[in-house]
């Protein structure tokens, strides 16, 4: 029975400042990540025949066929099988789906997903002279900051709603750091409490800076193959039990409900049917973490506590090293690296985990189910996936 | 100062705000409301529709009150300002800006009425006032 299954991953070392190295580009990050993938996996640029990238790199105006490019640059010889699905921040969990299903019918053998930004080095993260279009037009010309002011709008609907509060978001900021402190390729490992998110520099009120995911270089590379290959990969194949995805708005002022995220319900239950689990049988999570609200509205709708009751479930420190409920142990996107786009660090961090390579952050119990929960866009689009050590 | 693309879909709401009239897009097929995109709205994309004018009253669906500039060059010097996703009367949310001189009067959930503020040549903008 042919079986999908990751066997090699990758992340861009960063630096000090947050910046790749100064002579790296936006396709010389994912060449590396991809040869130290590979590498990892036991396999060559040769084998490659399937590719699957997104980004926000290319040419202002013309645009850029970011498939087209890699698979020149990277010299891979006419791949059979492309996906450049771009549903922002998400894109990387609806590339390992579809490569699942790709390998799974014998479309291609051998997937590379790859991801890089030098959004830090090159100062592009800059939204004051976007045109006004399509249903944002309105949203800009008011003035709306976008990323962070579509959460801001939903995190004060959730407080409304549910009356989570400012401490609430901060705990999870706080758990992120202090797992952050245990990864070395972390961009922030200093001191962090409640009061010192709290404090910090509004940005979209209820949201402070210390809500806000950082703004980093980055980059990643994911290998996927399959078990009719050979059964003895360098690591054990992890193996994609169930997956789900979907996609709901553009501009936040279309999201059906702003305090409850019912694209990640909808994901989350395909993948758990999928996968004929519950939340019960997640061992532990990596949830992307654009900003402190987006943990709380997906925890609700994943199913690990129920809707409204995030501000319970994650007090004390629940999420953290000595929590009961270990989340998002590389720092995530608010204390690790936030990129641009950031899924693709919780499928390489899973599969670390469940290869027990994290060191310092390694999880101390025994883990056999990951799930792994991507949100694009202003909680536009979700993907979820649950990885295991145990084949279907 | 704004980089407005102006559209097929938007321009009557355009327009409509220079002569201080709120203009939102009504189904004939079922006579629910939207604004450019059908999304969530029980309007199908194939329905027809026809533009009307809104009342211009509605409430508080969520705010933000933003300490950075966003969108437009604008806000550079505006900080801090406060964004209003609007639910209209006619159950069409709206984002728009609440104007008021005391920031902590704002809360979801409370009345607002339109206010029409000419933010360029081109462009008049329906913002909000509280009742």
């Known amino acids: 029975m042919r079986q999908p299954c990751i066997i090699g991953v990758s992340d861009a070392k960063i630096n000090e400042k947050g910046c790749t190295s100064q002579d790296s580009s936006v396709l010389s990050i994912q060449k590396d990540c991809a040869i130290e993938a590979l590498d990892k996996a036991g396999l060559n640029f040769k084998d490659i025949d399937g590719l699957a990238v997104a980004g926000l790199w290319g040419m202002p105006g013309p645009g850029v066929m970011q498939p087209n490019v890699l698979t020149e640059y990277l010299g891979i010889s006419y791949p059979k099988w492309l996906d450049g699905t771009n549903t922002g921040g998400s894109a990387f969990i609806f590339h390992l789906q579809h490569a699942f ?5 014998n479309v291609c053998n051998n997937v590379l997903i790859l991801y890089g930004s030098t959004q830090k080095s090159n100062k592009e993260r800059n939204f004051l002279d976007r045109p006004a279009i399509f249903s944002s037009q309105f949203d800009m010309i008011a ?25 609430t978001l901060a705990e999870i900021a706080v758990a992120a750091r202090n797992w952050a402190k245990l990864n070395p390729n972390a961009y922030k490992k200093d001191k962090l409490t409640i009061d010192d998110v709290i404090n910090s520099q509004p940005i979209c009120s209820p949201l402070n800076k210390l809500d806000c995911c950082l703004v980093t270089d980055g980059g990643g590379a994911i290998v996927l193959s399959h078990t009719d290959r050979k059964s003895d990969f360098k690591n054990d194949p992890i193996f994609i039990k169930g997956f789900g995805e979907t996609s709901s708005h553009s501009s936040i002022n279309y999201m059906e409900d702003m305090s409850r995220l019912d694209v990640a319900i909808k994901s989350s239950e395909d993948a758990y049917n999928m996968s004929k689990m519950s939340p019960k049988d997640i061992d532990f999570a ?12 997906s925890l609700e709708a994943l199913g690990f506590c129920e809707i409204g009751e995030g501000k319970d479930f994650v007090k004390n420190g629940n999420l953290g090293p000595n929590g009961s409920f270990p989340i998002n142990t590389n720092g995530g996107g608010l204390s690790y690296c936030h990129p641009g786009m950031y899924s693709i660090f919780t499928l390489i961090e899973a599969c670390r985990q469940l290869w027990g390579q994290c060191g310092d952050r390694q999880l101390k119990k025994n883990l056999t189910n990951v799930l792994c929960h991507g949100t694009g866009g202003v909680l536009s689009s979700a993907a979820t996936t649950i990885l295991s050590k145990e084949s279907s | 100062m704004f980089n407005l693309f102006i559209d097929k879909d938007s321009r009557v709401f355009w327009e409509g705000a220079k002569k201080n009239r709120l203009m939102l897009q009504k189904s004939k097929n079922n006579g629910n409301f939207f604004l450019y995109s059908v999304g969530h709205s029980n309007v199908a994309a194939d329905h027809e529709f026809e533009w009307v004018e809104a009342s211009g009253n509605g409430k508080i669906y969520s705010y933000t009150v933003s300490y950075i500039p966003g969108g437009s060059k604008y806000y550079l010097d505006k900080t801090p300002y406060i964004i209003g996703s609007i639910l209209l009367e006619e159950n069409v949310r709206i984002m728009s800006n609440i104007i008021t001189d005391d920031i902590k009067s704002v809360e979801i959930g409370k009345k607002v009425k339109v206010y029409f503020r000419k933010l360029s040549d081109e ?4 913002c909000f006032k509280l009742v």
């Open chain 1, 286 to 297: 990596m949830i992307y973490d654009s900003f402190t609200i987006t943990v709380l509205m």
């Open chain 1, 143 to 167: 003035g709306l900051p976008s990323p962070v002011g579509a959460y801001a709008l939903a995190a004060q609907r959730h407080m409304h709603k549910f009356g989570s509060n400012k401490e």
């Open chain 2, 123 to 126: 462009i008049v903008f329906p």
């Open chain 1, 101 to 105: 299903q790709a390998i799974k019918n």
